[in-house]
């Protein structure tokens, strides 16, 4: 893949835009229903002092890190072929190539070192037209409802392929205390898991299109963009 400015990613710039473009539309069922998906991701400030954020800073900086943070988002098996950018410019929508590699997942890195925030969002490459799509009609200043009704448009008339199969997503944000400003290394972040099941509905899934502690459930059913939400705190066993 040829990942340019063309595949700038995700919301930055501001701090609306911590989270990427393709989980703008969860993001807005997150504020709106917090009770219900609690990734951990509000977490009170640390006091660090200026010398432990510019060393943050530093240790953010280095592709080292950035790798490393990005891929360990992602099951082992998965780490070492994906490809890493680093989402820069307003709005996020510049990709500074890390390292490109030819492995399954696409990794997008959005850094906020001032405020000792990181993000990564890594997709399987089969969802690469859909993700560029949206990257592409939010620098056209096409966003929000507008843009999901584009894409969604797009797909139904041919123009934008979706992957035939189901198609993994993994998000992971460490923020203030949950990573060591001196090394990088991250004790703790808030994580959320998402399968595109694309046009999947409760009938053909037998998922609830609710959401529940505990249990996956399938958002935005029977549309191009529908997805199984994997809260957090699920534990295996039940048989």
Known sequence: MHHQNERAGVDAGNRKHLMPEWFRGPRRWCQARAPFLALGLLLPW?????QAVEEASSAAHTAEWQIRFAVETLPEQFREGA?????????????????EAEGDFVCLLTLEPE?????????????????????????????????????????????????????????????P??????TGDVHEAGSLFVIYVPFATAESTGL???????????????TPRAHIMFQPDMQPGGG
């Open 46 to 50: 640390s006091g660090l002092t200026a």
């Open 83 to 99: 490809s890493v950018y680093l989402r820069e410019g307003e709005g996020g929508l510049d990709l500074t190539p890390v390292r």
């Open 115 to 175: 405020e000792e925030t990181a993000n990564a969002a890594c997709y399987h490459q089969s969802l690469e037209p859909f993700m560029a799509r949206g990257r592409e009609l939010r620098r056209d200043g096409v966003d929000g409802p507008e843009m999901v009704d584009a894409r969604n448009r797009e797909v139904d008339e041919g123009l934008l392929p979706m992957p035939e199969e189901p198609a993994s997503l993994y998000q992971r944000t460490a923020g």
């Open 177 to 182: 205390g949950q990573w060591d400003p001196a």
């Open 208 to 222: 609830s299109t609710q959401p529940a502690r505990g249990a996956p459930w399938l958002m935005d059913p029977g």
